[in-house]
């Protein structure tokens, strides 16, 4: 079996995604004598790991979302198109996108498919409504309006009990973002905020961490796990374990924890960081393929060339990807991608086939988290290290991997900002980031004639309801 081109045209690649794993593909065909397509729903290419520091105002959205366009200009072979993907077609070999009211259909002779992963609330979406996750510039922008705004209605609020409700915040969800949101959301409170409001004291507020399991950042093991709930606690953080939210609204939280008891929190602002979900093209191409599935989170189950069955030219990488061992980090989208574009690379250049193929291999480079300004934890296969140097390695590690120099340049100014004082570069939030993606749901829903409307009134940028997706 081959993926080459049969006809005088060039083999046309098509990449669905704009993350880690969809530009990292782009990035390695970029001199291969192919046409790249990348299509994704988001115009920028997001830089998920430091999403909690626009929640908390400390990035802005273009220090970690630049254009993809601009990311890309160089790469005289790629064109980048904005849209929702919502149809792929093995046989036709080709993939449908929607801009608005505009679909699009593009051919490909090979697919890249990297459309990540999205929150998943198991099966109570409408917490969604009251809780936002961590996943979209949407969501951060959202979190921080949540944030900033209790403050402020705490500071007007009258009764005692009203005034406590703003000042509680809940983070659901002791994995890497529900600890560094945390953190940071402490820090604000305890840092940044003081002395800014006549009638409160910011330091006054509660952040509780809920975990289902039985430690926080578990997969890092119980040293670094220990490490990071001591630090937590110090700066002043609740955290409970053992503990599922069973319920949630407007005003706050019903917690069932492992002994049997249940407890109600009151809390105006609330973050879930508890699980994922793969994007549901995983489970359309699946469906569409000779035989792959889709495990319980909706991720690819692919073959050991990340393809799926009876179609080697179908790529499936990064979160959306079920292949064991390999984490949903942005090493797994690199790697995954970086492998899939080195093999069409060499197939269509003849320097290979499809039977001399070698199974994917993921090589650990590790994982980390932050927990507040200069401590972090760091694990690389047996090494485990926290506290300051951990922080460094941090934050090298983020400067490497955000994409441009400017980008790199002002975070490291707003760092200074942020760390060395008290102040925090980003603290503007609206009252329409704070109701805009309930607006939306409510205005678009799927209806036909208010996408008209709207493609008359020009399309958005795509960080509106296509991320909210
Ligand atoms: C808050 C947070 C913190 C994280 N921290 C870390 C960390 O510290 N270290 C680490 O290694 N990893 C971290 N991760 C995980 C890491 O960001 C992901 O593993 C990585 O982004 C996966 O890359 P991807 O390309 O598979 O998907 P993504 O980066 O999620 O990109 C998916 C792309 O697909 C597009 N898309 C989705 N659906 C469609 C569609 N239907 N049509 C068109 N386009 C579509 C999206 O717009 C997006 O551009 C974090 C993730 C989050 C959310």
Redesign the pocket.
Known sequence: MSIETTSARRHRVVV?????????ACRHLRRADVDVTL????S?????????QVATGILSTGEIAPA?RQVLKKYKNTTVLL????EIDLSARTVT?RLLAHDTVTPFDSLIV??????SYFGNDRFATYAP????ID??LELRARILGSFEEAEVATDPAVRERFLTFVVVGAG??GV??AGQIAELAGRTMVGTFRNIDPRTARVILIEGADAVLKPMGPKLGAATAKRLTKMGVEIQLNAMVTDLDARGVTVKYTDGTTQRIEAACKVW?AG?QA???GKLLADASDGTEVDRSGRVVVEPDLTVKGHPNVFV?????AVPGV????????Q??TYAAKLIRSEVAGKSTVADRQPFKYFDKG???TISRFDAVVKMGRIEFSGFIAWLA?LGL?LYYLIGYRSRLVTVFEWMVAFMGRHRGQMAATEQWLFARLALEAIQGNNEDDREVHAELGSPT?TSK??A?
């Open positions: 669905l995604g704009s993350g880690f794993g969809g530009l990292f299509i994704s729903k988001t920028t290419h997001l830089f998920q790991p430091l999403l909690y993809t849209g929702d993907v919502h996108h990297a459309t990540g992963a999205q929150q996750g961590m996943k979209t969501d951060a890497p973002t560094e949101l960081s994922v994007s549901p093209l990488v990064g979160d959306l990807m984490p949903g980090q942005a090493q797994g989208a690199i995954g991608a994982s980390m988290a941090w983020h795509g296509a991320e997706g």
